[in-house]
Each structure stands twice: as C-alpha cells, then as structure tokens.
C-alpha cells in the first residue's frame, strides 16, 4: 500500500507541475500579446500623427496657393481694367467720368445690390431717367454700344456702365 500511496503521489506532483507549467505558459502568452498590442498602439499613434502632420503641411500649402491665385487673379483684373482704360485714352470721343454719371451708376448699382429690383421697378426707373430710355431704346433697334455713345455724345464706358447695372447687357 505504500507503494500505491508514493505513486499517487509522485502522479499528483508530476500533474500539478504540468499544470504549472501550462498555466505559466499561458501567462507568457498574454504578457507578451500585452506588449505586442502596446507596440501596435504606438505605431498606429505614430502613422496618425504623422498623417496628421502631412494633412496640415498639404492645408497650409493649399491655403498658401490659394491665396496668392487670388491675389494674382485681383493683380490680373487690376491690370485687364488698366489696359483697357489706357486703351480708351487715345480716342477722341471718350469722355472722362463725370461726377454726376459716376454717382448716378454708383447709386444704381448700388440700389441693385441692396434691393433685388423686379421687372416692375426696372420699367418705371427706365420712364425717370431719360438717357437710360433712350439707350434702350437704341439698344433694341439693334445698334452696338460704339454707336449708341456716338449718337448720344456719351463715353462707351458710361453706355456699358449703363447696361451692365441695369443687368441688359
């Protein structure tokens, strides 16, 4: 019986020793799985900040972009507007801006932006101003903006003024 009794025992040791064994395998597994997961955290964290870093070099590079394409494009109309103004010059029949046509198209224009005008309102402005009668008037028969200047000893500039904020043109 003795015999029997050492060999449970040596049994039970040799189990428990086995399940030591496995139970601290198991523990390695997770310690390490731990660390692998901490070691892919700081990689993600590290791709997405540096995403974020390319995402805001490529903003400020557009933004940069943008602004000096519309600083261009403001340098552009300024020149365009010049050319066509020194273009102007040389021609006899061109008359300088006058105080009083320059307010008046100011005002119109003005009274355009605030107001959304009607049909309604447009028909009964063009009975008031008699030189905007007589440009439509013109403009209707078909004659070019050259010729309804010269007709009516105005500049070009202030005709197409005219029309562009009365939106006939």
Same mark, same amino acid.
């Given at each position: 019986?003795?015999?029997?009794?050492?060999?449970?025992?040596?049994?039970?040791? #040799? &189990?428990?020793l086995?399940? +030591?064994?496995?139970? =601290?395998s198991?523990?390695?597994?997770?310690? *390490?799985? !731990?660390?692998?997961?901490?070691?892919? #955290? &700081?990689?993600m964290?590290? +791709?997405?900040?540096? =995403?974020?870093?390319?995402?805001?070099?490529? *903003?400020? !590079?557009?933004?940069?972009?943008?602004?000096?394409?519309?600083?261009?494009?403001?340098?552009?109309?300024?020149?365009?507007?010049?050319?066509?103004?020194?273009?102007l010059?040389?021609?006899?029949?061109?008359?300088?801006?006058?105080?009083?046509?320059?307010?008046r198209?100011?005002?119109?224009y003005?009274?355009?932006?605030?107001?959304?005008?009607?049909?309604?309102e447009?028909?009964?402005?063009?009975?008031?101003?008699?030189?905007?009668k007589?440009?439509?008037?013109?403009?209707?028969?078909?004659?070019?903006?050259?010729?309804?200047?010269?007709?009516?000893?105005?500049?070009?500039?202030?005709?197409?003024?005219?029309?562009k904020?009365?939106?006939?043109?």
């Open positions: 019986m003795f015999t029997f009794l050492l060999f449970i025992s040596f049994l039970l040791n #040799i &189990v428990s086995l399940s +030591i064994v496995i139970l =601290y198991r523990q390695n597994r997770f310690v *390490n799985m !731990e660390k692998e997961q901490k070691k892919i #955290i &700081v990689e964290e590290d +791709i997405i900040s540096a =995403y974020l870093i390319e995402m805001k070099e490529e *903003n400020d !590079e557009f933004m940069r972009n943008f602004s000096t394409q519309i600083r261009n494009d403001k340098e552009t109309v300024l020149h365009t507007e010049e050319n066509e103004q020194e273009d010059v040389p021609s006899e029949k061109v008359t300088k801006w006058t105080g009083a046509g320059y307010k198209a100011s005002q119109a003005k009274q355009m932006k605030d107001h959304g005008k009607d049909p309604d447009q028909s009964q402005e063009s009975e008031q101003d008699p030189l905007l007589q440009v439509l008037t013109l403009r209707e028969k078909g004659m070019s903006i050259k010729e309804i200047a010269e007709s009516l000893g105005k500049g070009q500039t202030e005709i197409e003024l005219l029309l904020f009365r939106q006939i043109m």
